[in-house]
């Protein structure tokens, strides 16, 4: 088995702050995604990448940036916090592209 | 309209009684996954299911990929069995990445 960590748990930033949330993955998975959910919302898709060195955008990507550093992380920016961005934000990965997905556990963001 | 729809959107049992839950999908899809949450807890997977009947324990999950469908049922409810199960789907595209998400079935079990 393997685990994906997600920092920080909790996270307060300022409206307008640029903040950045980070992602781990030891289950060697070549796939990684962010997604945001809102209270009782289903969740949307920010950005995925499919390998080392990809980035794709999701339905959701506008304000946001993400960065794949390497094979076991993958981080997403908010660029400039907004109070209606207010939303836990999970990590998730995959062997490759239409295989099981697993998530982290998430981020909770809130901007005052 | 949305891609995934999830039936009921909410369920209230008494310990004990089955479960029915139903994910319909408006588009061809390459395969689904249940998620279980708990709430401000993360997603845990209850079955990758490309087609087909799946059982783990109580949990008996059943895709028709031709018909765009998949149900959840839960047998015998237990009070631990509470909490959001959200289907979502991998959409029929070559290279795509992209699960699509119901709004989930809120289930409460009760004594």
């Known amino acids: 088995g393997g685990i994906i960590t997600q920092t920080p748990k909790f996270l307060i930033g300022q409206e307008g702050q640029k903040l950045t949330l980070k992602c781990q993955q030891n289950?060697?998975?070549?796939?990684m995604y962010w997604y945001r959910q809102d209270s009782g919302k289903g969740l949307r898709l920010i950005y995925y990448?499919?390998?080392?060195?990809?980035?794709q955008k999701g339905d959701l990507s506008e304000g946001y940036d993400a960065s794949r550093e390497k094979k076991s992380s993958f981080s997403l920016t908010v660029t400039s916090a907004q109070k209606n961005e207010m939303a836990v934000f999970l990590c998730?990965?995959?062997?490759?592209?239409?295989?099981?997905?697993?998530f982290g556990k998430g981020t909770r963001l809130t901007v005052v | 309209g949305q891609q995934v729809q999830q039936s009921p959107t909410s369920l209230v049992l008494q310990e004990g009684e089955n479960a029915e839950l139903q994910c319909n999908f408006s588009t061809s899809l390459n395969s689904m996954q249940w998620f279980y949450q708990r709430p401000g807890g993360s997603l845990v997977s209850v079955f990758y299911n490309p087609s087909g009947t799946k059982q783990s324990g109580r949990l008996t999950s059943t895709t028709v990929i031709k018909e765009r469908r998949s149900s959840l049922h839960i047998s015998s409810s237990q009070i631990t069995d509470s909490g959001t199960y959200l289907c979502a789907m991998d959409q029929n595209q070559g290279g795509s990445a992209k699960l699509i998400f119901g709004e989930g079935t809120k289930l409460t079990v009760s004594s």
């Open positions: 998730a990965s995959s062997i490759g592209v239409n295989t099981e997905v697993f």
């Open positions: 289950f060697n998975h070549d796939t």
């Open positions: 990448s499919i390998t080392e060195n990809d980035l």
